[in-house]
């Protein structure tokens, strides 16, 4: 079964970028995966799904100020210009043989 | 645009059943490309995949709920739900439905939250 492994914490200025990482346990390195947003009090969001190869897609609405990329088992989201409703617990998300499951999230704070 | 609305009670008791129904409107539930699932997050905690359905009724479950979960679908409806059984404190959280893909989770419910109390 994957296992996804993030971060519990990250912070960054306003205006700023961030990097958010979620690793992927070796055997699975080549996944797909998804990153969400989940703000306080809402439910999550779907931000994009992103590829081994670094290839991304957005879901609908997303702005451009996010992205995603790819370095081996390590899948990036990208945060530029923050601001402060990005203020957010992050989740990535990967499948496999009909199961699906979640990393344990990165509270993003924005200072 | 598609949405996801849960339903169900929410307040159950110890030892009992809790049940929740997902109404799926904007695209028929019976599409072949996609799961329906059932997502929980405890208070304060992270997000926990309960299981997911094909329109034609398999489910899959996660392991950790896997003997307490029950998942169905009613096409007709365009509707899914869980059950599941004998409750305890730790089952509190909020429940979301969702719509799967292989590559995530597209669409989220809104959530509801359900408290397991006497």
């Known amino acids: 079964q994957p296992v996804l492994t993030q971060s519990s914490s990250a912070s960054a200025s306003l205006g700023s970028s961030v990097k958010l990482t979620c690793t992927l346990n070796?055997?699975?390195?080549?996944?797909?995966i998804a990153w969400h947003q989940q703000q306080p009090g809402k439910a999550p969001r779907y931000l994009m799904k992103?590829?081994?190869?670094?290839?991304?897609s957005k879901g609908s609405g997303l702005l451009d100020r996010f992205s995603g990329s790819t370095s081996g088992a390590d899948r990036y989201l990208i945060i530029s210009n923050l601001q402060s409703d990005d203020e957010a617990v992050y989740y990535c998300?990967?499948?496999?043989?009909?199961?699906?499951?979640f990393g344990g999230g990165t509270t993003l704070t924005v200072l | 645009q598609l949405q996801l609305q849960e339903s169900g009670p929410g307040l159950v008791k110890p030892s009992e059943t809790l049940s929740l129904t997902c109404t799926v409107s904007?695209?028929?539930?019976?599409?072949?490309?996609?799961?329906w699932g059932w997502i929980r997050q405890a208070p304060g905690k992270g997000l926990e995949w309960i299981g997911a359905?094909?329109?034609?009724?398999?489910?899959y479950y996660g392991s950790s709920l896997k003997s307490r979960a029950t998942i169905s679908v009613d096409t007709s409806s365009n509707q899914f739900s869980v059950r599941l059984t004998s409750v305890t404190a730790a089952d509190t959280a909020i429940y979301y439905c969702?719509?799967?893909?292989?590559?995530?989770?597209?669409?989220w419910g809104q959530g509801i939250p359900v408290t397991v109390s006497s």
């Open positions: 998300e990967t499948w496999d043989s009909n199961t699906w499951v």
């Open positions: 992103l590829e081994s190869s670094g290839r991304y």
């Open positions: 070796s055997d699975y390195r080549n996944h797909i």
């Open positions: 359905i094909y329109y034609s009724g398999r489910a």
């Open positions: 969702a719509r799967h893909l292989f590559s995530g989770t597209e669409y």
């Open positions: 904007g695209a028929p539930i019976s599409r072949s490309t996609y799961y």
